[in-house]
């Protein structure tokens, strides 16, 4: 009995020892806070961040894959990165694209009942007017192949619109917004898993309508070979917002298209009801588009800084460079592929010594099914249909993806890789005074991270807050350098170069799940 009170301290102790050891393994992530108090100076005093945005929205405009326009950008952030001194800057050919596209000009007016301008856009890869033409405008709904009959022999020389008027409502909240601490929480919280005939249902974009595609072009040749002028369709959106993209196809050879235009909601509206009233509605337009087929390939951005004793480990950073064609492409996504320069242009400055190699891709296709990644992962790292990997597969640590507009980050979905989560914990602390603070262990889809994710190798994207992503700039004709928001990019900038110097001097590779099974034994699931 004396001797208990002996055993009992060498126990505690012995506990004392061993726990925080096990403790430690969670908790002493490395974090160099000399580090991050260079890269917040260069990046918040000295940052170039909007200068690069508004190159690459108000001198290149509209940056569609395959366009002069993206080509342009290309060599001018290729020329950048090189004053940077960045090393290996190339535009690296990923594959076959097919014919690039762009709008020249357009002009819509109506000009009875009386004068009046229009506001709206040409679908992308759909052909122009060819000059000016006058016509009568009809309303012809084609949903079925029964439809054709009704307006067979009434359609030429007419502009057809295609759509019954949808409802408009007031907007009584505004478009923009940053998430609340609430919202943040809930992001936080493990997801509900979708019951299991739900499960790998999502679509990788919209249909054709009726019958689908084989129906889309039956419609399409019947509205050619009945000699329509244009057709004309409500924009989504509302208050001079309008979202624009894709009316035809990018391959030479496919069945041609009819013009095709998205009107301002309220304009459509107004054609809408004076037809109505039996009023006839004439218009006149001129759509000069050009299709350039001289080269069919694409090409990613790419550059690094070159590491020390890891030079042959890899940390990437990326966005897409792409954009849609009816704004100028700022917060799609000019502000990712701005930050992520940005991000490089601050390690470089900043004299930080970086182990592993820390490379930037830009990516092009994005827009069209995460094309332009899609091809970089496949030839550097794995083919996802076989999981057959490439010698670059085992030297990847990880790849950090910014596609969420131009609010702040206040976080990273953890893409489920739930060792990750102690180690960006860590690496968010510097940072919590900006307001990034969450994790959440779901997954986001939709743009290129996924394509790193889906051959094993850690990618994420960051949350963001929405602000008017969703509201108003995402492939609309309002995604133009005044809704960029400078403070928010300078910041995400900071944090980019932050995790990713990190990474680049840890010690070990970044903790990954296991290797995913190929993609032919899924029946079909796509990442996208």
């Known amino acids: 009995m004396k001797r208990r009170p002996v055993y009992i301290l060498r126990l505690f102790l012995l506990v004392l020892v061993l726990a925080p050891a096990t403790g430690a393994q969670m908790q002493q992530e490395p974090l160099d806070l000399d580090a991050i108090y260079r890269i917040k100076e260069e990046g918040f005093q000295r940052s170039q961040v909007m200068e690069t945005a508004s190159y690459l929205t108000d001198v290149f405009g509209p940056r569609l894959t395959g366009s002069p326009n993206i080509k342009a950008a290309a060599e001018w952030a290729k020329k950048k990165m090189e004053q940077w001194e960045l090393v290996n800057v190339n535009l690296e050919p990923w594959g076959r694209f097919g014919r690039g596209w762009t709008n020249e000009r357009f002009y819509a007016a109506m000009i009875a009942p009386y004068s009046y301008p229009l506001i709206g ?43 019954a008027m949808p409802a408009v409502a007031a907007q009584f909240e505004p478009p923009g917004r940053r998430f609340t601490d609430q919202e943040l929480a809930t992001l936080a919280q493990q997801p509900n898993p979708a019951p299991a005939g739900q499960r790998g249902g999502q679509q990788a974009g919209g249909g054709a309508g009726g019958g689908g595609q084989n129906f889309a072009q039956q419609r399409n040749r019947f509205f050619i070979e009945e000699g329509v002028l244009a057709l004309l369709e409500p924009g989504r959106g509302s208050g001079g917002t309008i979202f624009v993209q894709s009316g035809g196809s990018r391959e030479p050879n496919d069945p041609p298209v009819p013009p095709q235009v998205v009107l301002a909601v309220e304009h459509y509206g107004m054609l809408v009801r004076n037809l109505d009233k039996n009023v006839p509605v004439s218009l006149e337009m001129n759509i000069e588009n050009t299709f350039h087929d001289q080269d069919l390939t694409a090409f990613n951005v790419v550059g690094e800084i070159r590491g020390t004793d890891k030079a ?5 950073l990326g966005a897409h460079f792409d954009s849609w064609h009816s704004g100028t492409g700022a917060t799609d996504n000019a502000a990712g592929s701005a930050v992520m320069m940005e991000a490089m242009r601050i390690l470089k400055a900043a004299g930080l010594r970086l182990r592993r190699t ?27 249909q076989t999981m057959q990997l490439k010698p670059g597969h085992g030297k990847f640590s990880v790849y950090f993806n910014v596609d969420n507009g131009t609010g702040a980050i206040r976080g990273v979905y953890l893409q489920g890789n739930e060792a990750a989560a102690p180690v960006f914990k860590r690496w968010m602390e510097p940072f919590h005074n900006l307001g990034m603070t969450t994790l959440a262990i779901r997954g986001t889809g939709g743009t290129d991270h996924t394509n790193f994710d889906a051959v094993g190798l850690p990618g994420f994207q960051f949350i963001q807050d929405p602000v008017e992503y969703d509201s108003r700039t995402h492939h609309s004709n309002m995604d133009v350098f005044e809704r960029l928001q400078a403070r928010d990019l300078m910041q995400n900038a900071v944090i980019v170069a932050a995790f990713a110097y990190h990474a680049a001097n840890r010690e070990e590779l970044f903790p990954r799940k296991p290797l995913p099974r190929p993609q032919g034994q899924r029946g079909g699931r796509g990442a996208n």
Do not use: C
């Not at 006058?134 to 709904?141: I, L, S």
């Not at 042959?312 to 990437?316: A, K, R, T, Y």
């Not at 820390?358 to 996802?384: C, K, N």
């Open 312 to 316: 042959d480990e890899l940390v990437m």
């Open 121 to 163: 856009f040409p679908k992308a890869w759909t052909p122009g007017t060819n000059g000016l033409v006058k016509g009568d405008v009809v309303m012809a709904v084609i949903n079925a192949a029964a439809d054709f009959e009704r307006f067979r022999g009434k359609l030429r020389g007419k502009f057809v619109m295609t759509a």
């Open 358 to 384: 820390v490379r930037i891709g830009l990516w092009t296709g994005e827009e069209q099914g995460l094309l332009g990644s899609r091809g970089y992962v496949t030839e550097h790292f794995a083919d996802r």
